[in-house]
């Protein structure tokens, strides 16, 4: 298990804004630069079966769990991931994080059996925390770029090629059949907790305007009104 605890910014950016807003990081006193090679992300998110989790973040309340499986590269090949509770305290973000391997090779293996083969890779502290979010509602995927700040206090991720796999009615996970989740690319901006001063005073200057975002509540609304 490990313990990270951050703030984080989100900027949702129009295709034809990107340029400019990279032109930004990258002349800004804090001169954003590459800092790992592009990769994709695959989230898969749970909750419970009355969406509880989407629900709250919808209501805006400020304490808020949230669980999901997080692996890279291919989306069949989960291997090698993490199961992450996002714990969200008043805009301070929280992550408690264990090692976990999905194995998609037999393409009948059901939702339950999957999760009853984790759970059964998990310390006692982890299970406490997987109560009632026991439904698996989609996979988001999407394509991210690293950048960092020349002191290293700030990270950036640029997410583009957003997907969503329902997950909700399918009794076998769901890995072919996706929907785009809109023609934008999300800016997030991080910093450990201590340097909130300076994110600050990064997105001050920012040429967009942060908002509220979440992909998982954006693919939820894909999935039920789009």
């Given amino acids: 298990m490990t313990l990270s605890q951050r703030f984080e910014v989100k900027i949702p950016t129009p295709f034809n804004r990107l340029a400019h807003l990279l032109v930004w990081l990258r002349v800004s006193p804090f001169a954003f630069r590459s800092h790992h090679p592009d990769q994709y992300v695959n989230s898969l998110y749970f ?16 304490h808020r769990n949230k669980m999901r499986i997080r692996w890279y590269h291919e989306v069949t090949q989960a291997n090698n991931a993490k199961l992450e509770f996002k714990q969200k305290r008043n805009g301070k973000g929280c992550k408690l994080l264990y090692p976990l391997s999905l194995d998609f090779s ?9 999760i009853s083969e984790c759970q059964a890779q998990l310390p006692l502290q982890a299970l406490s925390q997987w109560d009632s979010q026991t439904c698996p509602i989609l996979i988001g ?37 996706s929907r785009s989740m809109g023609d934008y690319v999300l800016l997030e901006l991080k910093c450990d907790d201590h340097h909130e001063k300076l994110l600050s005073d990064l997105v001050s200057t920012c040429p967009l305007n942060p908002s509220r975002h979440s992909k998982y509540v954006n693919g939820v609304r894909h999935l039920l009104y789009i």
């Fill in 106 to 114: 037999d393409p009948h293996k059901s939702w339950e059996k999957h």
């Fill in 47 to 62: 909750d419970s079966h009355q969406l509880a989790c989407f629900d709250e973040n919808l209501a805006g309340i400020s």
């Fill in 141 to 177: 995927r999407y394509q991210r770029r690293y950048l960092v700040s020349f002191c290293g206090r700030i990270r950036a991720t640029l997410d583009k090629d957003m997907r969503v796999f329902e997950q909700r009615y399918w009794r076998t996970p769901n890995l072919s059949d």
